[in-house]
């Protein structure tokens, strides 16, 4: 059978993409920019330190209520370090801000909104003692990875902006989040969590000798 020139066209419309199939194939999972989204380094820059500016006046007051509800002497002393820390942090992005000519507006930053929540969910969920300790390290340890995160990245963008001052200031802070992380590791591997272990055990033995009381 002979295949003619209309028959080969035929095909060629049968197999060639729809109109407009290519374009949403390419643009399929691409999140669309708000119309205030940051369009240069400079912006994005800005628009991070008024997160993290709002996120480290958050620790304040949720600092307060982590040192309530801990009950090891050396915990309740790094949450207080922490706080003082926290709020000279808190001027020096307001130094920041001026250094590079911007006001001190504060962003609302819902990765930090979500971690404070989980160490409220956290409190919650844990009798008070060692085991509430150690829960309360691991929700704060989780603050400081994602300042460190967030605070290293921020020194990176002002060096490449030229704010040599700015990152400066900005490497200050970061040096000062490691050395929390560092203090919490150091409570937690020290006496908390063996504490907790040890609660645990204790527990689990009293439930196993009301048991043999009743046999």
């Known amino acids: 059978m002979k295949t003619t020139e209309k028959d080969t066209e035929k095909a060629k419309k049968n197999t060639a993409p729809k109109k407009g199939t290519e374009k949403t194939s390419s643009s399929a999972g691409k999140v669309k920019a708000k119309s205030s989204a940051a369009e240069g380094l400079r912006e994005l820059f800005v628009d991070s330190l008024k997160d993290i500016y709002w996120a ?94 967030t605070y ?10 030229g704010e040599d001052k700015a990152a400066k200031l900005l490497s200050e802070t970061l040096a000062e989040e490691k050395d929390a992380d560092v203090t919490l590791t150091e409570a937690a591997y020290n006496t908390i969590n063996f504490d907790a272990v040890d609660e645990e055990e204790e527990e689990e033995e009293e439930e196993g000798t009301k048991k043999d009381s009743k046999k």
């Not at 250094?99 to 909104?113: F, L, Q, R, T």
């Not at 290293?152 to 902006?161: D, E, N, R, S, Y």
Request: charged share 30%; hydrophobic share 45%.
């Open 152 to 161: 290293g990245t921020l020194v990176a963008f002002a060096k490449t902006l």
């Open 56 to 149: 480290e006046k958050a620790l304040t007051k949720a600092l307060p209520k982590m040192k309530k509800n801990a009950t090891t002497e050396n915990l309740i002393a790094a949450i207080e370090d922490h706080l003082e820390v926290t709020k000279n942090q808190v001027s020096r992005l307001e130094e920041v801000f001026q250094i590079i000519g911007e006001k001190a507006v504060a962003k609302k930053c819902d990765a930090m909104d979500g971690l404070i929540k989980e160490g409220e969910s956290i409190m919650e969920e844990t009798e008070i003692g060692a085991v509430r300790d150690a829960g309360i390290i691991a929700a704060s340890q989780k603050i400081e990875h994602y300042e460190i995160a």
